[in-house]
C-alpha cells in the first residue's frame, strides 16, 4: 500500500526531507559501516549492502520521500553470557539501522537546542 506523505512544507515535512536526503542517508551509512567491526553478528549484512550502497541509498530516500518505507523485521539472536544463561538480542536489518542514524543526526540537534 502506497501512503504518500502529504505537507512536506511542514517542520515535520522539512525534518524528513532532510532525514530522506541522500547526503544524510550517505553519511548514516558511514557510521553504520564504521560500528560494524564492533558488532560481530552482522558482517556479511554489511558487505551485501555496501555491494549495492549507492542504489539502495537512493531507494531508501525514495521510499521515505513517497510514504512507502517500512522497517523489516527485527532478527533476534540468543547469545551465551558469561555469568551463565543467554541473552537475547534484536538486530535490526541494515538499511533500518541507516534510517534511525538519520534519524537521529537530524533529530538530536533539534531536541538539544
Known sequence: ???PVSGLHTSMGVVLQEVASEQTLLDAWNEVRHSAGQIDAIP????????NAAREISIISSTLLDGTWR?????????KKKSGGDRELG???????IVERALLKVIDPLVDA
Open 1 to 3: 500500500m502506497r501512503v
Open 44 to 51: 556479511r549484512a554489511i558487505r551485501q549492502f555496501e555491494a
Open 71 to 79: 522497517p523489516l523485521p527485527v532478527r533476534q539472536v540468543r547469545i
Open 91 to 97: 538486530i535490526s536489518a541494515v538499511r533500518d539501522r
